[in-house]
């Protein structure tokens, strides 16, 4: 089970960040990645990062300014976020899908769809402008 914390109240161009806790071991047989859902949206794939945790996939909405990694040892994923924007209001979750159902991309494997996965709780971010 995951479950994502540390979200908050924050102004337009400030920085977060997020912890992605699983109460387990998180085999190599599973792609993490982040998701979020603003209120009366669809949900938004916002990255993931490989195994070793040396590289990251990222939504274009997120690029450049969002940087995922992890620590395997803590069974631990984490998710920075600079410059924060209001559109990046939203519930975030990580997610955990087996690499089976996950993209497959330059030897590594990635989860990239957002209604993949099995989540667990939510941290809310809310940036106001």
């Known amino acids: 089970q995951l479950q994502a914390s540390g979200g908050g109240l924050v102004q337009a161009g400030e920085s977060l960040s997020l912890s992605c806790t699983a109460s387990?071991?998180?085999?190599?047989?599973?792609?993490v990645g982040w998701i979020r859902q603003a209120p009366g949206k669809e949900r938004e794939w916002v990255g993931s990062?490989?195994?070793?945790?040396?590289?990251?996939l990222y939504a274009d909405s997120v690029k450049g300014r969002f940087t995922i990694s992890r620590d395997n040892s803590k069974n631990t994923v984490y998710l920075h976020m600079d410059n924060l924007k209001p559109e990046d209001t939203a519930v975030y979750y990580c997610?955990?899908?087996?690499?089976?159902?996950?993209?497959?991309?330059?030897?590594?494997?990635?989860?990239?769809?957002?209604?993949?996965?099995?989540w667990g709780q939510g941290t809310l971010v809310t940036v106001s402008s």
């Open positions: 990062i490989n195994w070793s945790g040396d590289s990251a």
């Open positions: 387990g071991r998180i085999s190599s047989r599973f792609a």
């Open positions: 997610a955990a899908e087996p690499i089976l159902h996950c993209r497959y991309f330059s030897g590594d494997y990635y989860l990239v769809n957002p209604y993949v996965g099995s």
